[in-house]
């Protein structure tokens, strides 16, 4: 096995959004008080679930973004909530954050041991044309007064991102790449004016939008060398969350494998013309408006997002945010309860588990094993992701480690996740046969490995998920 990728240390990444309860698709209201402006920060699950991961990255954004104001400096207009409107874009007026509720957000995330990117409104002073795309510059006055508060008051931000959703033909509107790179170049000027006395800047991220090659090319030649530090994009490649085929999608390998079009373009794009930039997945819930209740917050999902996450990690792409932590219903956390969901699960397995070393594998046989292997994150040896899409067959996996060295070949460990009573829409799942719940003193449940003889063959069941971590084998990738 030989090195193919490399993402970062932090590559799992969740969401949190600005949508209020009254936030509605297909008749479902699935965001309850899971907002930025109403998430209750007090509740031990919520520190809990991020404690766990040290650290979780968290991509503070969404939809409503660019229609957010901050209650600092000389605002131009009142501090007001997001109301619902049907007559204005995403059917929510303009929304406000107060700095009470910046602050005690950012002493939840030190607290926690969170790392936040803050996705800043792009829109603030944009005049709209008559064919509903934008024009105009940037007003970032508000911007620039809302992060040299948070400088001042030590609040400590990985990445600024300016904008959601408005490259290329955009999502509501849109802005032109000619007028988008000109205003990452004055946010940029910006930050390096705010942080220009600290040894460690934050990152400057865009466009967070849906990948288009030429548009994304433009934008790298117009904003020039060293000013993008990451290139962001989001995908929903299962459609909406109203669709009846999600499920028939998930377990399409097919399917699953069409992404790899969009990994491979982003990463040609940057080598070619923004090499100094990295690539991130800044947002992607697999089904867009807020997914599906008991597909995208159930066990069956997690093979679409472990499948994903080798995926992306193999074009190198260095992290990958979830939408969402919690709200909608693809939430890692269930939005009432706070516990965690099947994919919470995957995702702190994935995150413990796989390093930062991506490694080329190769798998024959059936289509339906998917197969990924890192180098083992914070120990020895490699860590293999075997998925088994198969409803009814299970697959009986050899592993052939070229010209990797074997030393000490005396066991392995072994992480087996399947649904409870193997019924794909549950929300519970089992880790080597047992529930995992959060335990009666509200702590994350202990991951443990069952223990296998090297030479068993690796024996993955019809519809799950096998992390299998191999401390024997060696490779010069790994050193």
Not at 70 to 89: E, I, T, W
Request: some cysteine; proline content about 5%.
């Amino acid at each position: 096995m030989f090195a193919i990728g490399e993402t970062d240390e932090d590559f799992i990444c969740a969401t949190l959004d600005w949508w209020p309860p009254e936030k509605c698709d297909y008749g479902t209201c699935s965001w309850g008080h899971a907002s930025l402006l109403n998430l209750d920060l007090e509740n031990p699950l919520l520190a809990t679930a991020i404690k766990a991961f040290h650290p979780l990255k968290i991509r503070l954004g969404g939809s409503l973004q660019d229609k957010v104001i901050y209650d600092v400096g000389k605002l131009k207009q009142p501090c007001h909530p997001f109301v619902k409107n049907a007559s204005r874009m995403f059917g929510f007026s303009n929304g406000c954050l107060p700095m009470s509720r910046w602050d005690a957000l950012n002493a939840f995330f030190n607290k926690t041991g969170a790392v936040v990117a803050f996705g800043l409104n792009a829109l603030n002073g944009k005049r709209w044309k008559s064919n509903g795309a934008t024009d105009g510059p940037w007003d970032s006055s508000n911007a620039r007064d809302f992060i040299q508060y948070t400088v001042d008051h030590g609040h400590k931000i990985k990445a600024w991102e300016l904008g959601n959703e408005l490259s290329g033909s955009g999502v509501g509107t849109s802005i032109s790449v000619e007028q988008y790179a000109a205003d990452i170049i004055e946010l940029h000027g910006i930050l390096d004016g705010i942080y220009k006395d600290y040894e460690e800047k934050p990152l400057l991220i865009a466009p967070d939008g849906f990948f288009v090659a030429d548009w994304f090319k433009e934008f790298l030649n117009l904003t020039g060398p060293n000013i993008m530090n990451v290139v962001t994009h989001h995908f929903y490649n299962l459609g909406a969350g109203v669709d009846n085929d999600l499920v028939e999608k998930i377990l399409n390998p097919s399917y699953l494998s069409q992404e790899a079009s969009t990994f491979k373009g982003l990463q040609a794009v940057l080598q070619n013309y923004g090499p100094w930039s990295k690539a991130w997945v800044g947002e992607t819930g697999g089904a867009y408006n807020s997914g599906h209740n008991l597909i995208t917050n159930a066990f069956v999902m997690s093979f679409w997002y472990l499948d994903q996450l080798g995926m992306a990690s193999a074009f190198s792409t260095k992290s990958f945010c979830r939408q969402s932590l919690i709200g909608g219903n693809y939430g890692l956390l269930n939005t009432t309860t706070f516990l965690p969901n099947p994919d919470y699960y995957s995702a702190l397995l994935w995150h413990r588990l796989m390093g930062t070393r991506v490694l080329a594998t190769n798998s024959t046989g059936t289509e339906y094993l998917r197969a990924y292997a890192h180098c083992t994150k914070s120990s020895r040896g490699v860590t293999l992701l075997l998925i088994n899409l198969s409803r009814d067959t299970g697959i009986s996996v050899q592993v052939s480690t070229g010209s990797g060295t074997s030393t000490d070949r005396n066991s392995r460990l072994e992480y087996h996740l399947t649904a409870k009573d193997g019924d794909l829409h549950s929300q519970t799942v089992l880790l080597n046969g047992n529930i995992l719940n959060i335990t009666p003193d509200g702590e994350i449940p202990s991951l443990s490995a069952v223990t296998v003889p090297a030479n068993r063959p690796i024996l993955v069941a019809p519809l799950s998920i096998a992390f299998v971590n191999l401390p024997y084998v060696q490779f010069p990738a790994c050193s």
